[in-house]
């Protein structure tokens, strides 16, 4: 099954004053120079998907500039039955989120309902940025498979805030022992389920993501990717336990599922190192394809496939190899954004059967 976006309605979110854009059910593409907005349009996608910018923008920052609101709308089909969302937002006040004009009363709840995928320039954190990056992108693919493992993964969190403000508290005295007891028994009671969720999700998603890497560079490297956590064989209770001096002199909270990280490997040695700006690239676009891939087999639906210039930097025969794997069946509806119009012409009348073009200029599309 696939899941199609319609009709995307825009109002005053980013530089965007007012755009109704009805998309095809394959490919749809934006081009334009850089800053028209392109950009902004897939965001919009995301936001009625995840509840929230892809760049982590507070709500406010979305508004267009001298406007007091923003609206989104979204008239999908899922599993070929229609699904209207809406998202809105006035300065100062608390968003609404509504699907078929009903507002959750958790935004949690809609996790998951819009799946969807996202190729972008600024994904590049996820190989250069700290093991913070690396986790956000794990716990982001997993919670929209799994509201239980979203859950957990709050609780701890929480926890997690109490503890060290716990050990904030008690420098320069003996921490409250008891309190500390029952703290660690509730963190290692749900951080053993997201330890255990994220080992399972590495392991499937790396085989996937080495097989398209394969495709990617047409099988000129070897890549490997491997979960890697700083929680002892014992456990995470014993490992907190463990830790308890040296956590009380650090005043934070040192080992733990929040502390894990991915090591991502080309040809043995580590990517963030040694890899060019074009294996980079392809390093990511294969992680994402697996993301797609898995998300499909869990969800049972095809996501939404956002490819953000993802194109820059990459070499004529990569170029081609991935929009000839997007354009196959295992791929539906998908979002380009490009500068170049010849270019992605050409690209498309070669790969694929369905498409649409639209201009973007100074936040105008046409």
Do not use: W
């Not at 060290?164 to 509730?186: F, I, Q, T, Y």
């Not at 890697?228 to 040296?246: A, H, P, S, Y």
């Not at 963030?272 to 390093?283: E, V």
């Amino acid at each position: 099954m696939d899941l199609i976006l319609n009709r995307l309605n825009i109002v005053n979110y980013k530089n965007i004053a007012g755009a109704e854009i009805l998309c095809s059910p394959r490919f749809n593409c934006f081009i334009g120079n850089n800053g028209a907005g392109k950009t902004n349009v897939l965001d919009a996608v995301y936001h009625l998907s995840m509840c929230k910018s892809y760049f982590n923008l507070p709500d406010g920052q979305n508004i267009r500039h001298g406007e007091s609101f923003f609206l989104l709308e979204g008239r999908y089909e899922r599993e070929n039955e229609p699904l209207e969302v809406c998202c809105g937002v006035k300065r100062g006040q608390k968003k609404v989120f509504k699907r078929n004009k009903k507002s959750y009363e958790r935004l949690s709840e809609h996790i998951g309902l819009l799946p969807l995928v996202v190729i972008s320039p600024v994904d590049t954190v996820l190989i250069d940025g700290a093991s913070e990056e690396r986790r956000r992108f794990i716990d982001g693919v997993i919670s929209q498979c799994d509201r239980e493992y979203l859950r957990h993964l709050m609780v701890y969190n929480r926890l997690l805030a109490q503890r060290n403000a716990l050990l904030k508290e008690c420098v320069g005295r003996p921490v409250d022992g008891d309190m500390l007891s029952v703290l660690d028994e509730r963190l290692a009671e749900h951080g053993t389920v997201v330890l255990e969720r994220r080992r399972i999700f590495a392991s499937e998603l790396a085989d996937i993501f080495q097989l398209y890497y394969a495709k990617v560079s047409s099988g000129r490297e070897m890549v490997e990717m491997e979960y890697c956590t700083t929680v002892k064989e014992g456990g995470m209770l014993e490992t907190l336990r463990e830790n308890r001096e040296r956590d009380r002199i650090l005043t934070y909270t040192s080992a733990g599922v929040h502390r894990d990280d991915i090591s991502l490997r080309l040809g043995g040695y580590p990517v963030k190192k040694l890899g060019s700006q074009g294996q980079k690239k392809s390093f990511l676009t294969a992680l994402k394809f697996a993301q797609f891939v898995y998300l499909s087999k869990q969800k049972g639906i095809r996501p939404l496939l956002l490819l953000d210039d993802i194109f820059d930097k990459l070499d004529a025969g990569r170029v081609s190899q991935i929009v000839d794997i997007v354009a196959g069946d295992t791929f539906g509806q998908v979002f380009i954004t490009d500068t170049n119009r010849g270019h992605i012409d050409d690209i498309l009348r070669e790969h694929a059967s369905d498409y649409k073009i639209f201009n973007v200029d100074d936040g105008e599309v046409k």
